[in-house]
Nanobody, 123 residues
Framework: VQLQASGGGLVEAGGSLRLSCAASGRSFNTYIIGWFRQAPGKEREFVAAINGGGGFTYYSDSVKGRFTVSRDNAKNTVYLQMNSLKPEDTAVYYC?????????????????WGQGTLVTVSS
């Protein structure tokens, strides 16, 4: 499955954004979708993941309680609702897929990376 993230933009600290990850391909509801981000000069960082049915989610400590991942399999889309944004959330956000609910933080386990979407949080 190939994925494309969208919905980024410029927002003030404390604000909200919702990112979308649209998929093309079959059997979307069998894939785990992960969100990652990469800030300038830093390595790609795990943000959140959701299983194929949407019943299980997993978050990094840095976004837990502020971000929510969800999916609409009828629309082949996963969402990342980002609230209480901080300047340190500024990054390019990517989504990707995998099959196993293991080692979710490891980006090398994922495939189907598309172009990311830039989120900029001003202080």
């Amino acid at each position: 499955v190939q994925l494309q993230a969208s919905g980024g933009g410029l927002v003030e600290a404390g604000g909200s954004l919702r990112l979308s990850c649209a998929a093309s391909g079959r059997s979307f509801n069998t894939y785990i979708i992960g969100w990652f981000r990469q800030a300038p000069g830093k390595e790609r960082e795990f943000v959140a993941a959701i299983n194929g049915g949407g019943g299980f989610t997993y978050y990094s400590d840095s976004v837990k309680g502020r971000f929510t991942v969800s999916r609409d399999n009828a629309k082949n889309t996963v969402y990342l609702q980002m609230n209480s944004l901080k300047p340190e959330d500024t990054a390019v956000y990517y989504c990707a897929s995998r099959s196993l609910w293991l080692r979710l933080r490891e980006s090398k386990e994922y495939s189907g990376w598309g172009q990311g979407t830039l989120v900029t949080v001003s202080s």
